[in-house]
């Protein structure tokens, strides 16, 4: 019986070695793409993107004027953005939510300007939200009993927020946060947050010169009492109380 191989060429009955030899190599290259397929390129991370302001930029005049969001929103917001990507670019942490980065760098020396981009992205974008046109004013019933029993009024609490914003020396920021059962006010330095300390933020203010200069100098205080007054978001602090 003659052997398969022999009759590679349907046409002729003559052998050719050479022919051979290629289709078995052929073959067995195909057998061991078959076997050791090679990985398909992982997709690329999506990039941490710059939310949308929640209004336009001419939304919290007079109070913060157009210019400062201008340049607090499109340039210092937008930088940590822009840099927060490059920094974790091809990184483990590309593959993780913001909110994530922020915990897994906190407290890591070696990702310390992962932690400090990264932080200042989320703590503007939750700055945002604390504003609103036409803010201020009662806050809604369920907070208001939640302030109450924690501070005594609202006017106190107002104060107590009014106060951690203006006596944190240098940047930083003031926050209305839960602690448990209880609403607490607290303060942060430069690109520090309450979520790494196991509290709920409910609002914040942001204390950076950035925030307020073109439109106050050194005038924080008035800054500060401004937008407790007519600028900060209760509807949303109430929606983070949950």
Known sequence: MNHPQMFLDANAHAFDPARRRWLIGAAGILALGAEFALPRQAAAATPIALPALPYPESALAPVISAQTIGFHYGKH????????????????????????????????????????????????????????????????????????????????????????AMGQFGSGWAWLVADGDRLKVTRTPNAETPLTDSLKPLLTIDVWEHAYYLDYQNRRADYVHALLDKLVNWEFALANLG
């Open 77 to 164: 917001h937008k930088g940590y953005v822009d840099n927060l990507n490059k920094l974790i670019a091809g990184t483990p942490m590309a593959d993780l939510s913001l909110e994530a980065i922020v915990k897994a760098s906190a407290g890591q020396p070696d990702k310390a300007a992962v932690f400090n981009n990264a932080a200042q992205v989320w703590n503007h974008s939750f700055y945002w939200n604390s504003l609103r046109p036409g803010g201020g004013g009662e806050p809604p019933a369920a907070l208001r009993e939640r302030m109450i029993a924690s501070f005594g009024s609202v006017e106190t609490c107002k104060k107590e927020l009014a106060a951690a």
